[in-house]
T-cell receptor, first 114, second 111 residues
Framework: KAGVTQTPRYLIKTRGQQVTLSCSPI?????VSWYQQTPGQGLQFLFE???????NKGNFPGRFSGRQFSNSRSEMNVSTLELGDSALYLC?????????????FGPGTRLTVT | QKEVEQNSGPLSVPEGAIASLNCTYS??????FFWYRQYSGKSPELIMF????GDKEDGRFTAQLNKASQYVSLLIRDSQPSDSATYLC???????????FGKGTLLTVNP
């Protein structure tokens, strides 16, 4: 079974631009969660989607948004990029809701904002 | 007070020894607890999850949960050099149902 895939793997953007990241979960998984990982803050929860609905959201500004499609694929959008948005963005999928147990991470998208 | 705290390490143990990794959390209503392993340059991978007080064993790994003390630990028996990685503790909060990670503990197993 294929794992979680994320595209693109690397991205360089300029301050003020917007970016869209994509995540395809493991086949059959209905929950997708997004995380931001930086050396200073560690791994931080962005949001969780289940059955096309955002079920939970972390403490990030409204510039960070996402959505989930009927095939469970998810996209994350960051508008008006800031230098501090440079990070590794990870998505993870699980069969059911996040608290149910196992989730599997994708390889991540490395975003650099200049 | 940080929501999930771990010693940053590095924790260094000899091959074959028991590595003990600790984590404390602030939300007394927390309900689900996870340990992830992250190799340098790789994504986190789930090692264990535990919901109830007590011990849960899986091969060389044992997770221990004490809700009264708000403490969860991971023991790695017969540590191997391949266990060298950063170990992340994660907790689902009881009040906000969000997954919060600790900053991780870097473990080095010396041959």
């Amino acid at each position: 079974k294929a794992g979680v895939t994320q595209t693109p793997r690397y991205l360089i953007k300029t301050r003020g631009q917007q970016v869209t990241l994509s995540c395809s979960p493991i086949s059959g998984h209905r929950s997708v969660s997004w995380y931001q990982q930086t050396p200073g803050q560690g791994l931080q929860f962005l949001f969780e989607y289940f059955s096309e609905t955002q079920r939970n959201k972390g403490n990030f500004p409204g510039r960070f948004s996402g959505r989930q499609f009927s095939n469970s694929r998810s996209e994350m959008n960051v508008s008006t990029l800031e230098l501090g948005d440079s990070a590794l963005y990870l998505c993870a999928s699980s069969l059911g809701r996040l608290a149910g147990g196992e989730q599997y991470f994708g390889p991540g998208t490395r975003l650099t904002v200049t | 007070q940080k929501e999930v705290e771990q010693n940053s390490g590095p924790l260094s143990v000899p091959e074959g020894a028991i590595a003990s990794l600790n984590c404390t959390y602030s939300d007394r209503g927390s309900q689900s607890f996870f340990w992830y392993r992250q190799y340098s340059g790789k994504s986190p991978e789930l090692i264990m999850f535990i919901y109830s007080n007590g011990d849960k064993e899986d091969g060389r790994f044992t997770a221990q949960l004490n809700k009264a003390s708000q403490y969860v630990s991971l023991l790695i028996r017969d540590s191997q050099p391949s266990d060298s990685a950063t170990y992340l503790c994660a907790v689902i909060g009881g009040s906000n149902y969000k997954l919060t990670f600790g900053k991780g503990t870097l473990l080095t197993v010396n041959p």
